[in-house]
């Protein structure tokens, strides 16, 4: 069964510390994505990557930095954690290059930053 | 600017039928994907459309019109266990990006 594994499912933070969010997929997909979902707001786009050690960034890049080493893993790196990125954080993959119709989702990490 | 409008929340009754659309404001479009969330969870894949027409998987099908720029999932015999989040997502022809809908929450009665 494949599988995307974020490392924690809750975490709470207190506000100016570095936070690292850790995302593994076991499917060799060549995307992987970092979201972040508020209500009413739907999924955001924070950064992607479609190779190892390239990223691009999305929608809402302030604040935020990744890596990825590994192809199969991504990281979110909060510099310096604020209370408005409080919020859950899902990670995605996919495989393949061009369109992304069908994404594989971690089970989210529910950051609360203090 | 690209856009994706789906209502924000739909109620049905448990045994019947329910649609929920998407409208889409978008260049490069490709195709439209539904995925379901249930609260406290991630969002699962459930269907795309890369042509005009209908796609069926079991009780949900998905429709897409490009001339209308529209599409919708449609779910039939309704069951307790469908009342969840469901997103439309459109996936563009030049880049690796999705552009979101807002998510429609779906509330199912007995």
């Known amino acids: 069964d494949v599988k995307v594994t974020q490392s924690s499912r809750y975490l709470v933070k207190r506000t100016g510390e570095k936070v690292f969010l850790e995302c593994v997929q076991d499917m060799d997909h060549e995307n992987m994505f970092w979201y972040r979902q508020d209500p009413g707001l739907g999924l955001r786009l924070i950064y992607f990557?479609?190779?190892?050690?390239?990223?691009e960034k999305g929608d809402i890049p302030e604040g935020y930095s990744v890596s990825r080493e590994k192809k199969e893993r991504f990281s979110l790196i909060l510099e310096s954690a604020s209370t408005n990125q409080t919020s859950m954080y899902l990670c995605?993959?996919?495989?393949?290059?061009?369109?992304?119709?069908?994404?594989?989702f971690g089970s989210g990490t529910q950051l609360s930053v203090l | 600017g690209q856009s994706l409008e789906q209502p924000s929340e739909v109620t049905a009754v448990e045994g019947a039928i329910v649609q929920i659309n998407c409208t889409y404001q978008t260049s490069g479009f490709y195709g439209l994907s539904w995925y379901q969330q249930h609260d406290g969870g991630a969002p699962t894949f459930l269907s795309y459309n890369g042509l005009d027409g209908l796609e069926e998987t079991g009780r949900f099908s998905s429709f897409l019109s490009r001339s209308d720029s529209y599409g919708y999932l449609l779910l039939q015999e309704l069951q307790m266990k469908d009342s969840a989040s469901y997103f439309c997502a459109a996936s563009m022809d030049s880049n690796y990006q999705l552009i979101w809908g807002a998510g429609t929450k779906l509330i199912i009665k007995p």
């Open positions: 995605a993959s996919s495989p393949g290059s061009g369109t992304n119709e069908k994404l594989f």
């Open positions: 990557s479609y190779d190892v050690k390239m990223k």
